[in-house]
């Protein structure tokens, strides 16, 4: 796991869980509940097989441009274009949101 802001600003993000697009256009992150194959057909039989993370502006910006080329470095400079100061400092924010989303399984490092 990448810890350092530098580490993980310098890493490719590569998502790992699917989205759905809300009517606003912002995301929901949907994560399985159980990531075990063993589990695998418990999971198929639940009325809400996954955890929905709702994702903001910003963190919606951040998700649509993940696409396994860029580095955390790279979604800082998108942010920055896209929402100027109001995201500062972009990015200790950048990393604080890829630290969350690899904490919650929902983004992997290669």
């Not at 992150?29 to 075990?36: A, G, I, Q, V, Y």
């Not at 790279?74 to 989303?101: K, M």
């Amino acid at each position: 796991m990448h810890s350092s802001l530098s580490d993980l600003l310098g890493a490719v993000p590569q998502r790992a869980v699917e989205h759905l697009v809300r009517e606003d256009g912002r995301f929901t992150l949907l994560r399985p509940k159980f990531t075990s194959g063993r589990l695998q057909w418990f999971q198929k039989m639940l009325t809400r097989p996954h955890f929905k993370v709702k994702l903001d502006d910003v963190g919606t910006c951040l998700w649509a441009h993940m696409d396994g080329q860029r580095t955390g470095h790279d979604l800082v400079e998108i942010l920055r274009l896209a929402f100027g100061e109001r995201v500062e400092p972009a990015d200790e924010r950048t990393a604080q949101f890829l630290h969350q989303l690899a904490e919650g399984k929902f983004i992997r490092f290669p």
